[in-house]
């Protein structure tokens, strides 16, 4: 009986060690892909046939629609119509997001009928057929295409001012500082640098603080830096010389204002654009 036992006691343990064995080898496999695999693998991501083409732009590391907007010159709100976005907050990189105007839709229209945006100029205009200068009649009537029209850079112009008084201790420096810093008091006002919409006023792009950036029309904006109170809203219309907020030393080592003139998106020298000093 005690040998049974034994021998029943032995075969017991081994149909264990099997069973154990067995189910070890039954655990499912790690898996070694990595957790970061972007989604572009697998799924394109938004606007990625638009890739290069022009006025399209790819999401960086680290990019917001405000600073995209600021650097192209447009407004964030725009971008997100253009785009579609449902939450301004979410762009991946590696995004291509629109960053011009979509062309205007031509209508078509019949022989004999009027386009409603012809329909709709005032009679002044819309019944006046402007002189042709000779040298255009001789080629429209050779039949060779016009030439493109010249940038209306006299209609574009801005009539800037400074934007607050101090003593300049920053300069303009197009890889180091990308405008004016200006010295001055917590709470001096900070002027407007010529009329034009409010386009953004908050605290949401690192580096500027408290930030104002007026659009002036389709080819300047100004930035208004590290404020201490903004005083004007987004989409609030506002008039050269309006005071829009007070200085400060948000997201700076000191009080100052920092300002930004930009054209066309790209930050220019803003001391050739004002008036002496």
Known sequence: MLRAGKWGAVA?????????????????????????????????????????????????PGD??????????????????????????????GQVLRIAPPAPEVVATKPGTTPAAVANLPAASAGA??????ASAASAAAGAKPAAPVAAEAEEAVNFQWP???????????AKNKGLDIAGKAGDPVLAAADGRVVYAGAGLRGYGNLIIVK??????????????????????????????????????????????????????????????
């Not at 799924?43 to 290069?52: D, F, I, Q, S």
């Open 12 to 60: 017991l343990m081994t149909a264990c060690v099997l069973s154990g064995c067995a189910n070890k080898t039954r655990q499912a496999p790690v898996d070694e892909r990595s957790p970061q695999t972007s989604r572009s693998a697998t799924k394109p991501l938004p606007g990625a046939e638009n890739t290069g083409k022009a006025g399209y732009y790819t999401v960086k």
């Open 129 to 134: 057929t402007p002189a042709m200068p000779a």
């Open 216 to 277: 002036h029309n389709n080819t300047y904006l100004t930035a208004y830096a590290h404020n201490q109170a903004l005083l004007v809203k987004e989409d609030q219309a506002i008039k050269r010389g309006q005071k829009i907020a007070e200085m400060g030393n948000s997201d700076a080592d000191q009080v100052k204002l920092h300002f930004e003139i930009r054209r066309q998106g790209k930050p220019v020298d803003p001391a050739k654009y004002l008036p002496a000093n």
């Open 64 to 93: 917001t629609l405000i600073r995209i907007g600021m650097d192209n010159g447009q407004t964030w709100r725009d971008l997100v119509r253009w785009n579609n976005l449902e939450n301004p907050n979410l762009i991946e990189t």
């Open 164 to 174: 607050t008084r101090g003593n300049l201790i920053a300069g303009f420096d197009e």
